[in-house]
Structure formats: C-alpha cells, structure tokens
C-alpha cells in the first residue's frame, strides 16, 4: 500500500462509518437494521481494490462497534462477513466470482430447513447469471448485494434457524429489498466516482485522480452501455 491509497482507505472508511449510522429498515427476524452502508460499502472493492475495500468494510463495522460502543454479539459479529464479500466481489472483475451463488445454493439446499424451503435459494440463479456480465455497473452492483445476502442468508439459516414457511414468505421481500439495494449501490458508485472526479481538479485533491474510475464517469459517451 501506498501513501495515496492509505490515506483514500482511511478517508472512504471514515465516510462509511458515517453512512452506517443512517438507517434504512430493519433486518427481519433481528433487532438489528440495514444501513446506508449497504450502498457504500461495496463500491470500495471498485476504487480501493478488492482488497482494501474488503478491509474499508471490516474497519467501517470495527470502528461503529468501538465508537459507538455497539453491542458486540453473535448477530454482529456474523454481519462482517456478508460486507466484506461484497466488497471484495464488487472490486474483482473475473467472472469466477460466480461460484460463490453455487457454492450457497448447496449449503442452503443440504440443510434440513433449508432443504424445505429450497425455492428460497434458487433466487441466487440471478445474480449467478448476471455476473458473466458484470462490466456493466448495473450487473455488478446486483451481484454485490446479492453476494451480501447469500452469505448472509447461509450464515443465518445455520446460527438461527427460523422455519421454511418464514423462509418461503421472504421471497418477495427479497426482490423488492435487493431490487433496492441494487440501485442504491448503482446510484453511489457513479455519484462518489462522479464528485470525486470533480474534487481532483481542485490542487489538494488532484493525487486522488486514480481513483477516479473513467469507465463510470456521467458526461462519458459511452456511459449508457457500460453502466
């Protein structure tokens, strides 16, 4: 890591850290709510690498456990995985990362509740398939989340349970819940990449530049097709 990229990762998670604390619904079955994080925090993987947009996410649920003394139990600790592949999926552009839905789908499937409420994880064949098109913004913001709640979903089945019948009858949230999600991550990708182009032609921040991603940029002329 350079100098340019430890100061961009220390800035975007601070930026995150303030997003976490803006709320957007409850997550069902648990206290806890999904926050504005859940746009921001994937698109690390796309500006800070997979990588060190892996670790933005990890210092991001880290620092809003210790700043705002957050109760450290099961529930949160399991939440750092799902943020993490997130960004990490969101930052690579191979087309392996397809593996991850396969690989969930089985788990689900082999469990014996999961194994009753099986139409649940055939929902992960969608961003399976969009992720052999994920140079487009739009594909790859949806496999981020869906990569979120897979692993997120998988994790939940085997700590918690809940019954195939709820399991069936969150469904429809899902399509709605990650039909949002997926353009909230869409939508913060190219309105970070956008100001952040607008800040480098100011002298203070000019170093930041590489960041900028030219693919994703509003005025490109070829931003229909690549988005």
Not at 139 to 153: K, Q, V, Y
Request: hydrophobic share 55%.
């Amino acid at each position: 890591m350079n100098k340019k990229q430890i100061l961009f990762l220390v800035l975007f998670t601070f930026l995150g850290l303030g997003a976490f604390q803006v709320s957007i619904n409850q997550i069902i079955g648990s206290t806890q709510n999904f926050t504005f994080f859940e746009f921001l925090g994937p698109i690390g993987g796309m500006f800070l690498g997979p990588i060190l947009g892996g670790l933005s996410a990890f210092f991001v649920r880290a620092l809003n456990i210790i700043v705002f003394r957050e109760q450290l139990d099961f529930l949160t600790i399991i939440r750092f995985l799902p943020a993490i592949f997130s960004a990490i999926y969101f930052g690579l552009k191979t087309k392996k990362t397809a593996i991850i839905f396969p690989i969930c789908i089985l788990l689900f499937l082999i469990n014996p509740i999961g194994r009753q409420a099986w139409l649940y994880s055939m929902i992960w064949l969608i961003p399976f398939f969009a992720t052999f098109a994920k140079k487009r913004l739009i594909f790859n913001s949806l496999g981020a989340t869906f990569t979120s709640h897979a692993i997120g979903s998988v994790i939940f089945l085997y700590s918690f349970g809940l019954t195939p019948a709820i399991w069936m009858s969150l469904i429809p949230v899902v399509f709605i819940e990650r039909g949002f999600f997926t353009i909230g991550i869409w939508t913060s990708c190219l309105a970070f990449n956008f100001v952040l182009d607008k800040l480098t032609k100011f002298e203070l921040f000019q170093s930041f530049a590489v960041f900028v991603n030219k693919n994703y940029l509003i005025s490109n002329k070829s931003f229909l097709n690549d988005c």
